[in-house]
């Protein structure tokens, strides 16, 4: 029990207390009786539903279909897209992580050099607008900008007529990772730099003050001042975008990609979403419960280990 | 007296500057020019897109595709946005998302606030009911269980089904339980005196001392409706009750679409393609582009909460 008013007691005397304190806070129940109910619909219920991984869906309902055990998973041992979905969705989060993750950082450090308050807030609101906006959205003006008859490809004709005959930033395999993360990083950098110049506004501005009358010039405050004092968050975020990784930010790449692009880009969720929904290969409803029971329990591993870590750094825990 | 008061004031104006720093007195350097340049490239690559859409919409097409690369209009024409604004889909759809996103708001946001409130109780079984909420943030029964919950509770092909499942989002609450809890206990215990019962003190105490914080997850919870359109392709069968947010996937990814569903009964001139696509983008992302530059300090507040609360 949280509250140690009832904790020292014994037998009949803690229900008593206990049943004490429940009528003392009937109003908080009835508040949280909706909330509980809107948890255990849409979020329990569904759990239950995982066990669909082992049994064949029949259209009686979930609890009706028979087990076949791990027939889902023996099929998915031996399925090439499944594997393929598995390495792009990790090669694809950890391109993120090394190119993207450090963006943010250097983004906020050079606008906390920015001494034109006015100027630094015009860029701010610039660059977090895009966070703000729907993948529909911003694929919607990148198929356009990047399409075969868009503004990119004329640029690169008028620099290199030969190299743009075949140039193709969403239908080439070789550069879609590469746009994926490009997009991303165009979109949610920005708004990566709030964490971080929130945590440099929290750094002693004396530390600033005691180094320039010392005789250190700006590099040397950033790498020895600003970087310091932003360390501990820094950890804190690749941590929590390591335990992310399974997740293959299905908006972006679904609203994006084609079936060109599909050896390279298809991560777990779109290729469930596909098999699932678009019948492109028409399979058990089991299937794909399976595949995703496989993400989610890897997920959860790896976002728990992050958050123990993070613990340890002073996070407190939430991600 | 007079001299240390003002003394005082004085050291205390760098502290309210987000950016404390010694450099104010230096003078500008090639290394402040060159940051600048810098960040107004990004700040350009970011804006640009934006640019290009408002151009393709306005331009003719003839002359969007002789040269796609445009830093000013030759020739505005209004055809497109015509062509959209007609489209009794368009309309239909954007209605719905009105709908979804007032709605919706409001649901997820008393929903929040009820939660929020009741985990800062110390009351029996409360450690039970915040690890029931926050597991769920790192385990879900993922899409085809859910899936088959919609369509058993019937939410198959209901606007409700943008709203309903929403509820609540665990991170939002979870910040605004902290502020709450933040709040002097003071106020409380001196209203509960007078008699008056919890859910009094919320509305009457509670809510309007944190109406900041709620206007900045208002806003979340609105951007988040406003942008909903994974469960209405999942969901919705009739394009009646898409929301803005899936007719433009349509209209983009569709390249017939805008042919045969937008305006029925009248073809759309062939050459105007992505002039359409375009105009059908700025108008969905009109109501942020307005609202974002005088609300920014509240969206930005949030994430801030976030970041420092530890």
Redesign the interface.
């Known amino acids: 029990m949280d509250n140690p008013r009832s904790q020292n007691l014994s037998g009949k005397s803690r229900w008593k207390a206990i049943k004490k304190e429940i009528l003392y806070y009937k109003y908080i129940y009835l508040m949280l009786l909706f909330p509980l109910i809107f948890f255990i619909v849409f979020k329990y219920v569904p759990m239950y539903g995982l066990q669909l991984a082992f049994k064949e869906y029949s259209l009686r309902g979930i609890a009706a279909s028979p087990w076949i055990g791990f027939d889902h998973f023996k099929r998915m041992m031996i399925e090439m897209d499944f594997f393929r979905a598995l390495t792009n969705t990790l090669i694809i989060s950890f391109q993120k992580i090394v190119i993207g993750f450090p963006f943010p950082i250097i983004l906020a450090i050079m606008l906390n050099e920015v001494f034109v308050p006015k100027y630094k807030r015009v860029l701010q609101t610039i660059y977090t607008f895009p966070h703000f906006l729907s993948w529909i959205i911003v694929a919607g003006i990148c198929l356009n900008l990047f399409g075969d008859a868009g503004a990119m490809k004329k640029i690169i004709e008028s620099i290199n007529p030969a190299a743009a005959v075949d140039w193709s930033f969403l239908y080439n395999g070789n550069t879609f990772r590469g746009f994926l993360v490009g997009t991303d990083i165009w979109k949610e950098a920005g708004w990566g730099t709030i964490i971080y110049l929130a945590s440099i506004a929290g750094i002693d501005p004396a530390l600033y003050e005691a180094a320039t009358i010392d005789g250190c010039g700006r590099w040397k405050r950033i790498l020895y001042i600003t970087l310091p004092g932003l360390v501990t968050m820094i950890v804190i975020q690749l941590l929590l975008r390591i335990g992310g990784v399974m997740d293959g930010s299905f908006d972006q790449i679904f609203n994006l990609y084609s079936p060109p692009v599909y050896p390279v880009a298809d991560t777990i969720d779109t290729f469930i979403y596909r098999i699932t929904f678009q019948r492109e290969v028409a399979v058990d409803m089991g299937f794909p419960t399976a595949v995703g029971l496989f993400k989610n329990v890897i997920n959860f591993i790896l976002l728990i280990g992050a958050n123990r870590f993070a613990r340890a750094f002073g996070h407190d825990g939430i991600i | 007296m007079s001299t240390i008061a003002k003394s005082t004031k004085q050291s205390k104006k760098?502290?309210k500057?987000?950016?404390?720093?010694?450099?104010?007195?230096?003078k500008f350097?090639l290394?402040?020019g060159f940051?600048?340049f810098?960040?107004?490239v990004?700040?350009l690559?970011?804006?640009y897109?934006?640019y290009?859409?408002v151009l393709?919409s306005i331009v003719p097409q003839q002359i969007y595709?002789r040269?796609?690369?445009?830093l000013w209009p030759p020739e505005i024409i209004g055809d497109s946005y015509g062509f959209v604004f007609k489209s009794r889909l368009i309309w239909k759809s954007m209605t719905n998302s009105v709908i979804i996103t007032l709605v919706g708001t409001a649901y997820n946001m008393i929903?929040?606030i009820?939660?929020s409130?009741?985990?800062t109780?110390?009351?029996?079984g409360?450690?039970f009911?915040r690890f029931?909420?926050?597991f769920?943030?790192?385990?879900?029964?993922?899409?085809?269980?859910?899936?088959?919950?919609i369509k058993?509770?019937h939410l198959m092909n209901t606007l409700a089904v943008m709203i309903?499942?929403t509820?609540?989002a665990i991170?939002y609450m979870?910040i605004i339980s902290n502020y709450f809890q933040s709040l002097p206990p003071s106020l409380e215990e001196s209203a509960k005196l007078d008699g008056a019962?919890?859910?009094v003190i919320?509305i009457r105490i509670i809510l309007p001392l944190s109406l900041p914080l709620l206007a900045t997850f208002t806003l979340y919870y609105m951007?988040d409706r406003w942008?909903e359109?994974?469960s209405a392709m999942?969901f919705i069968r009739t394009t009646d009750k898409w929301p803005l947010?899936l007719t433009?996937?349509q209209i983009?990814?569709d390249a017939n679409f805008a042919n045969t569903t937008l305006v029925p009964g009248q073809v759309k001139p062939d050459t105007y393609g992505?002039s359409i696509?375009?105009a059908?983008?700025v108008v969905?992302?009109f109501p942020?582009?307005m609202i974002?530059?005088f609300l920014?300090k509240y969206?930005?507040s949030g994430?801030?909460l976030?970041?420092?609360?530890?």
């Open positions: 760098p502290d500057l987000i950016a404390p720093k010694g450099n104010r007195i230096q350097t290394a402040d940051i600048l810098l960040l107004s990004f700040a690559s970011i804006l897109p934006f290009n859409a393709v595709v040269s796609p690369f445009m929903l929040t009820l939660c409130y009741a985990l109780k110390p009351l029996p409360r450690r009911f029931l909420i926050v769920t943030m790192y385990f879900s029964g993922g899409i085809i269980p859910y899936y088959l919950l058993d509770v309903i499942p509820g609540i991170m979870l019962n919890d859910i919320l951007v942008n359109w994974f999942m947010q433009l996937r983009i990814q992505d696509k375009m059908s983008i969905t992302m942020m582009m974002y530059p920014q969206f930005l994430m801030m976030g970041a420092v609360k530890e």
